[in-house]
């Protein structure tokens, strides 16, 4: 374990000290019970490493079982079979091996050794020659995953138990073999083959074969699969924004099916609904302004007095309040999307806040049109700057239109908003106590209008600190 800290603290690479540090948890649950385990911790760091998506999660779920299969049956396969083809084609050898040796040690021979050549070559297939008494060669570094040097190591030792020295490394047909014997050194060379089962690979290339073609065309289902869940989530991503959702249908499994037509039953209600919506407050707002437009005629024939002019203020304010009011119930959900120029529908607005008396200066960057609904966006926008006016002189107005985002960024002079009320201006008929009053005799609706209309094009609207001393408003809308 004092190795693996060691190791552990070299690594640089984040994802190696991530990885380490799983093994690390992994191994400590030898030496410690489950209970005592800060299982808190250890599961965090597991889901982390886990796909977020769902084609990768999908291709996890099938890819996985498929390497484990496979490692089991490899596993097997090199345990059960391949070890043990080895095993015995090795003691094979050795047992030739071994009977050459009690040939030279029984009966007596030349002195060039030639019949015991001749008879292991003809007899066994071995190359052999007898060489002077001399010290074996150092034994070289052991290969880790060499099933031929160990299965040839435990053999000799077994059956010859005679010191040796082999070499089955390279890339030769060949494994040399030397054993000292009592007056000589046996040196023989036997084939590869003989000793080793070495056509095993042909059954891991074809696994790992059948693997790759089983997984990609998992991949390819998959990915036709999860096609139709990827539309429906961009239908209603447009849907929420606002914009036509064209050439949908109903695509892929069956319940996936059923989520894309309960969506289109979802969407056709929301438009009946903000339909039916909409014609009610069409008829209210009419109804209202027939009232009042008869209000202002039966003032005008009264003539101008001190009670009139109240009358006549207070018969503007309750139509800026109606209006302010069928602005916030209607929002911009009946408008289209349309391609809109935005500079110069920034600059409308800074001439209207001009001609109040503002000092406003523009400034805008990146693509000048955009997606979006232009009256919503004209009254969301106009919001902003009239409340930026009502309590401020100075008027920066910038905007950027750069990696699918619209910023418009509305700054002022003047007292600001404290920043625990800033996102409690937000609500309808809020008002300030003390300070700023956003709506300063009006409704209190004009930064909820400005948010409403926000959110319904996907985006939102915050409110901070401005450089000029007084309120920043930020809205930021995806187009």
């Not at 190591?153 to 010859?160: K, N, P, T, V, W």
């Amino acid at each position: 374990m004092a190795l693996i800290d060691e190791f552990g603290t070299r690594l640089r690479p984040q994802w190696l000290r991530r990885a380490y540090a799983l093994v690390r948890s992994g191994l400590s649950l030898a030496g410690r019970p489950l209970r005592g385990l800060n299982r808190s911790r250890l599961l965090p760091d597991v889901l982390s490493w886990l796909p977020k998506g769902l084609y990768a999660r999908s291709i996890l779920i099938v890819v996985m079982p498929i390497l484990i299969l496979q490692a089991v049956v490899a596993y097997v396969f090199m345990e059960r079979h391949w070890q043990t083809v080895t095993q015995r084609m090795s003691a094979a050898v050795v047992g030739d091996i071994a009977a050459i040796i009690e040939v030279i040690n029984t009966y007596p021979q030349d002195g060039r050794f030639s019949d015991i050549t001749r008879i292991a070559a003809e007899t066994y297939g071995l190359t052999i020659s007898v060489l002077p008494p001399a010290p074996l060669p150092e034994a070289g570094p052991r290969p880790f995953f060499s099933l031929l040097d160990s299965a040839l190591s435990r053999q000799l030792s077994r059956q010859i138990n005679r010191p040796f020295w082999i070499d089955t490394l390279g890339d030769s047909d060949l494994v040399e073999i030397r054993i000292a014997l009592d007056d000589h050194v046996l040196r023989v060379f036997a084939p590869r083959s003989q000793a080793y089962a070495s056509n095993s690979h042909i059954f891991l290339l074809w696994m790992a074969g059948t693997s790759l073609v089983l997984v990609t065309i998992a991949l390819l289902f998959l990915r036709n699969q999860i096609k139709p869940i990827l539309t429906l989530a961009h239908a209603a991503e447009q849907f929420g924004k606002g914009r036509p959702v064209d050439a949908f249908r109903p695509r892929g499994a069956r319940e996936v099916r059923q989520a894309a037509q309960s969506f289109m039953e979802m969407q056709e209600r929301i438009e009946r609904v903000v339909e039916q919506r909409t014609t009610m407050l069409s008829g209210v707002s009419h109804d209202l302004r027939t009232v009042l437009t008869r209000f202002k005629l039966e003032l005008a024939m009264l003539g101008d007095a001190p009670d009139t002019e109240a009358l006549r203020a207070d018969v503007d304010e309750m139509s800026r309040m109606l209006e302010d009011y069928l602005a916030f119930a209607q929002g911009d959900a009946g408008e289209t999307t349309e391609r809109v120029s935005v500079p110069a529908l920034l600059e409308d607005i800074a001439d209207a806040a001009r001609r109040q008396g503002n000092v406003v200066d523009t400034d805008f960057e990146g693509e000048p049109e955009a997606l979006l609904r232009a009256l919503g966006f004209r009254r969301c926008v106009a919001n902003l700057v009239g409340n930026a006016g009502k309590y401020g002189d100075r008027i920066a107005v910038k905007a950027r239109h750069a990696d699918g985002w619209l910023t418009v960024t509305v700054d002022d002079d003047g007292p600001g908003i404290p920043p625990d009320e800033r996102e409690a201006v937000f609500r309808p008929f809020y008002r300030l106590d003390t300070g700023r009053n956003v709506d300063g005799g009006g409704t209190g609706l004009g930064l909820a209008i400005s948010r409403d209309i926000a959110m319904g094009h996907g985006g939102d609207v915050i409110l901070a600190d401005s450089p000029f001393g007084g309120l920043r408003a930020v809205l930021m809308i995806p187009a």
